[in-house]
């Protein structure tokens, strides 16, 4: 999930596919074959890049001869690289992209071939169904089958915003001894996961378990709606608020103000919000990696090792959250943000919040959104004294790839060794469960860590970006840049459809 995915991703290249696009069938070889007369351009799964002049290619190895981009240096390369260690492939005619070690496995799809042009590039990426981009889902067996219960690490576009999230697993039921979760790559994009595990927390039956901004589970005995809100909020029932992403020039921002019942005498409580990420309009990022043209991989270099680029992605992931702000009796004070973390699956997070002083039997509460990134389904709030739940690691037995066999070294630890995944693969584990007390239930979540590079549709070049920008000769990455530092200038690119 994954707003700020698409933000980050309109200038790397990588993000939006809206799921739009005419489609047809093509050997993926023959493509590649097609390319033999041009310069090629590969990033590598250690994201640094080649420039090939010449090159040729078997089933599993391409060799070629030209440059190789190294700790920011280029040096001279001439050799072989394992098609199974290559993201993506760029010819002046053709992109080719994607893990390239499953070409002639598999069939893939282009994007709007027959509106393509020469020396635009054509991207493709293999089709797999349904709208919009995601990251990792997560199942769990319910004793009859799996059911998708979240999404991780939705902003880890790339190995420089590799991070770690979790997802709740209501569905989760033990069975025999064992508790059974699958992670699944479902969509255009490359996965490399660096761990996962199963927390289980013990509760009294029926008592609600949600997980913080910073994935600590809370029980939640007394949950109040709030005294005033807009209806759509009130009561969870999949009837959303959403933040409309068409704006009037400037009108960017939506704020939600509500009212929350004050109970008890505690000085603190949860804030619990039931959302799901929206889809930003694709065109202004389909506008924004057509202008980077050829030169997508070289930024999406630079999201890889330049810290200042990645610093300003994740600008854009705390721009995508939703900011929470408690009144105080005099001034409004910030409490915490809850980050964007799917747009397929609904989600719920909390955000503990004070008790100003000064407020009697009410406190006022507001929620701040980038317009058109949230959809949310109710907001609740529990004031009970309680504490975070004490969180029981359970131990992996044993994680089988779906197409390589044993997983278990790759995601056990979180190290150096990553478990990969392409579309249409997957990772079966199963935990040794733990048994509750008498009167009390198990209540589980799954924490992954690890990143992802999306399958580049084909896009036209933009003519939508201030024109001043775009016809001045300006270096386009550092258009592009120029255009993230200033978020009111992107802004309105970003809303421009």
Not at 2 to 29: D, H, M, P, Q
Not at 85 to 111: C, E, K
Not at 246 to 269: A, K, Q, S
Request: proline residues 6%; charged residues 25%.
């Amino acid at each position: 999930m994954r707003i700020l995915s698409r933000i980050s991703l309109t200038t790397c290249s990588a993000l939006v596919l809206s799921g739009c696009f005419s489609t047809k069938e093509i050997r993926t070889y023959g493509e590649l074959s097609g390319a033999l007369r041009h310069p090629i351009r590969i990033m590598a799964a250690d994201t640094t890049i080649y420039d090939l002049k010449r090159f040729s290619f078997s089933d599993s190895l391409l060799e070629g001869e030209g440059e190789h981009l190294i700790a920011g240096r280029w040096v001279p390369f001439s050799g072989r690289l394992p098609m199974s260690r290559i993201v993506y492939i760029q010819s002046r005619s053709l992109s080719i992209v994607g893990s390239i070690g499953v070409l002639g496995l598999m069939g893939l799809t282009a994007a709007g071939i027959e509106n393509s042009t020469p020396g635009r590039g054509l991207s493709v990426f293999r089709q797999m169904g349904g709208i919009g981009l995601s990251c990792p889902f997560v199942y769990a067996w319910d004793g009859l089958r799996y059911v998708r219960q979240g999404e991780v690490f939705g902003t880890a576009l790339g190995k420089g915003l590799e991070t770690s999230t979790a997802c709740m697993l209501p569905d989760a039921a033990a069975a025999d001894g064992f508790l059974r979760v699958r992670i699944a790559d479902e969509r255009p994009e490359t996965h490399y996961i660096n761990s996962a595990r199963v927390c289980a927390y013990e509760t009294p039956r029926g008592t609600p378990v949600y997980l913080d901004t910073h994935d600590r589970a809370w029980p939640l005995p007394a949950l109040s709606p709030p005294l005033r809100a807009p209806r759509e909020i009130v009561h969870k029932d999949n009837i959303r608020w959403k933040s409309e992403p068409v704006r009037r020039t400037g009108m960017y921002r939506d704020t939600l103000e509500i009212l929350l019942p004050r109970t008890g005498i505690t000085g603190e409580g949860s804030l619990v919000v039931h959302a799901v990420n929206a889809r930003l309009p694709d065109g202004a990022f389909a506008k924004l990696f057509g202008y980077l043209g050829d030169e997508s991989l070289p930024y999406l270099y630079r999201m890889e090792h330049d810290s200042g680029t990645i610093a300003l992605l994740k600008e854009w992931i705390d721009e995508c959250a939703l900011h929470v702000d408690v009144w105080d009796g005099a001034s409004w004070k910030g409490s915490g943000a809850i980050p964007p973390e799917a747009n397929e699956v609904p989600f719920t997070r909390i955000v503990r919040i004070p008790a100003p002083e000064r407020s009697s039997d009410s406190v006022r509460v507001r929620l701040r959104v980038l317009a058109g990134t949230w959809e949310i389904d109710a907001v609740e709030v529990d004031w009970s004294p309680v504490l975070r739940l004490v969180e029981h690691v359970l131990p992996l037995l044993s994680a089988v790839h779906s197409e390589r066999g044993s997983a278990d070294r790759s995601v056990r630890f979180q190290d150096s060794d990553y478990a990969m995944l392409l579309p249409g693969e997957y990772i079966d584990m199963t935990f040794a469960a733990r048994e509750p007390r008498e009167g009390y239930a198990m209540t589980y979540a799954c924490n992954a860590s690890g990143y992802f590079y999306e399958w580049l549709p084909e896009q036209p070049v933009t003519g939508d970006l201030p024109e001043i920008l775009a016809s001045s000769g300006i270096d386009r990455i550092h258009v592009v840049e120029y255009l993230l530092r200033n978020h009111e200038a992107f802004l309105p690119v970003l809303f421009a459809r």
